[in-house]
Each structure stands twice: as C-alpha cells, then as structure tokens.
C-alpha cells in the first residue's frame, strides 16, 4: 500500500480546486452567489484564519450575518427574565 507524501499544501490547493469546480457548476446554472460557510473572526487559531484566506482568494465581499433568538412570547420573556 502507499504511504501519505501528501503535504497539507497539497490538500489545501485541492480544496481550492474543489471550490473553483463548485463556482463554475454554480454559474452555468445562473447561481448568482456562493455561500462558503462561515468565517472565523478571532485572531488566534491558525487553521481557522487559512480557511479565511482560502475564502478571500475567491472574493473580498464579506457578509456579515447574526442568528440568535427573539422571544416575542410575553410567558417566555417573563420566564427568561426571572430564570436570571
């Protein structure tokens, strides 16, 4: 069997292409935007800020999106003020 002489230079330029091959599926089927799932915003974890330069050679344009809960429920507000 063979042995792994991948680097993980050579995963990264795969992934890259894998990507590449998405987009250009994507635009013949007039998919205007592509989603790549998230970005790090921290400043420390080295593997996470590569997969934001991987992003960043494909676009600059950012988006910048929240998720989170409303608690439109007046029960619910009630309950989760006393629970503090």
């Known amino acids: 069997m063979?042995?792994?002489?991948?680097t993980s230079s050579d995963f990264g330029r795969?992934?890259?292409?894998l990507h590449w091959e998405d987009i250009r599926t994507f635009k013949t089927?007039?998919?205007?935007q592509y989603d790549f799932?998230?970005?790090?915003?921290?400043?420390?974890?080295?593997?996470l800020l590569?997969?934001?330069?991987?992003?960043?050679q494909f676009t600059t344009n950012v988006v910048k999106e929240y998720s989170g809960v409303i608690y439109k429920?007046?029960?619910i507000k009630l309950f989760k003020a006393i629970k503090k």
């Open 29 to 32: 089927m007039g998919v205007e």
């Open 14 to 17: 795969a992934h890259s292409a």
């Open 2 to 6: 063979y042995g792994n002489d991948f």
């Open 37 to 47: 799932c998230g970005w790090y915003s921290g400043k420390e974890d080295k593997e």
């Open 73 to 75: 429920s007046i029960f």
């Open 50 to 56: 590569n997969n934001n330069k991987l992003k960043e």
